[in-house]
C-alpha cells in the first residue's frame, strides 16, 4: 500500500521536452512498476528527464537498480536521465557499500 506520504508523480517542464519526475519521501518496492511504467512512457516523450526528490527517508536497493537501467534505456535512445536527489547519509552509505559508486557520483547531494 502506498504511504500518504509518499507521491511519486511527473510534471511538465517548460523548457526543451524536458520532464520532471518527483520522488518523496519513500521509495520502495511495491512502487517500482508504477515507476517505471511512468519513466518509460517519459522517456519516449522526452529528451531529458530530471528525477528529483527532497527528504528522501527510505530507498530500496532494488528501485536503485531500476533507476539505473532506466538511465541505460534512455542512453540507447539517445534521452538523458538526470538525478537530484537529497538523500540522508544513511542512504549514502547504504548505496556505496552495495557498489553504487558510479550511481552516488551522479547524484546531486
Same mark, same amino acid.
Given at each position: 500500500?502506498?504511504?500518504?506520504?509518499?507521491? +511519486?508523480?511527473? &510534471? &511538465?517542464?517548460? +523548457? %526543451?521536452?524536458? %520532464?520532471?519526475?518527483?520522488? &518523496?519521501?519513500?521509495?520502495?518496492?511495491?512502487?517500482? #512498476?508504477?515507476?517505471? &511504467? +511512468?519513466?518509460?512512457?517519459?522517456? %519516449?516523450?522526452?529528451?531529458? !528527464?530530471?528525477?528529483?526528490?527532497? +527528504? =528522501?527517508?527510505?530507498?530500496? =536497493?532494488?528501485?536503485?537498480? !531500476?533507476l539505473l537501467?532506466?538511465?541505460?534505456?534512455?542512453?540507447?535512445k539517445n534521452?538523458?536521465?538526470? @538525478?537530484? *536527489?537529497?538523500?540522508? #547519509?544513511? =542512504?549514502?552509505?547504504? *548505496? #556505496?557499500?552495495?557498489?553504487? =559508486? #558510479? @550511481?552516488?557520483?551522479n547524484l546531486? !547531494?
Amino acid at each position: 500500500m502506498k504511504s500518504n506520504n509518499t507521491s +511519486n508523480k511527473s &510534471k &511538465k517542464a517548460t +523548457n %526543451d521536452k524536458t %520532464d520532471i519526475y518527483v520522488l &518523496k519521501d519513500q521509495v520502495l518496492v511495491n512502487q517500482i #512498476e508504477t515507476v517505471k &511504467k +511512468n519513466l518509460l512512457s517519459l522517456i %519516449d516523450k522526452s529528451n531529458t !528527464i530530471q528525477i528529483v526528490g527532497d +527528504n =528522501i527517508k527510505n530507498i530500496d =536497493i532494488t528501485f536503485i537498480q !531500476i533507476l539505473l537501467a532506466l538511465k541505460k534505456s534512455a542512453k540507447i535512445k539517445n534521452k538523458q536521465i538526470n @538525478f537530484n *536527489l537529497n538523500l540522508s #547519509e544513511d =542512504i549514502v552509505v547504504l *548505496l #556505496e557499500n552495495n557498489g553504487f =559508486i #558510479e @550511481f552516488n557520483k551522479n547524484l546531486n !547531494i
